[in-house]
C-alpha cells in the first residue's frame, strides 16, 4: 500500500519529463469558452490539416491559435528534429488566466462589472 512518502512519490512523478514538442500562450486577451471552439476543432487532427482549419476559421481566436501551432511546429522541426509530415495535435487545450475587472456606469450612480477574461493556450504535438 504504501510506496514512500508523498514528497517521493511526487518526486518520482515529476522525474518523467514530457519530450513531446509543444508551445505555449499565456495570458491571451480571449475566454477560455471562445478559445476552446477553435482548439477543438483542430485537436487530433495532423499538422497541415490543423493548419488549413484555424487559417480559413472565422474566429479572432484562430488567428492566435494559428501563430501557437506554427511555433509548435518550429519547435518539433529545429529541437526535436522531427518532420512536419509526421506531426499531429496531440493535444490542445486551454486553461484559465487571471481576470481583469473594469468598471461601466450605469444609469443613476449604478456601476455594473465587466470581466476581461484571459487563457493560457498549450497546443502539444507527437508523432504518427
Known sequence: MARGHRSQIKR??????????SAKLSFARMSV???????DAIRGKDV?????????NPRYAS????????????????????????LYVAECFANKGPTMKRI??????????????????TIVLDEK
Open 104 to 121: 461601466r456606469p450605469r444609469a443613476q450612480g449604478r456601476a455594473y462589472r465587466i470581466e476581461k477574461r484571459m487563457s493560457h493556450i
Open 48 to 56: 497541415q490539416t490543423a493548419l488549413a482549419i484555424v487559417t480559413y
Open 63 to 86: 488567428s492566435v491559435i494559428e501563430k501557437l501551432l506554427k511555433s509548435a511546429i518550429a519547435n518539433a522541426e529545429n529541437n526535436n528534429g522531427l518532420k512536419m509530415e509526421d
Open 33 to 39: 469558452q471562445k478559445a476552446c471552439f477553435v482548439l
Open 12 to 21: 518520482e512523478r515529476n522525474a518523467v519529463k514530457d519530450t513531446r514538442p
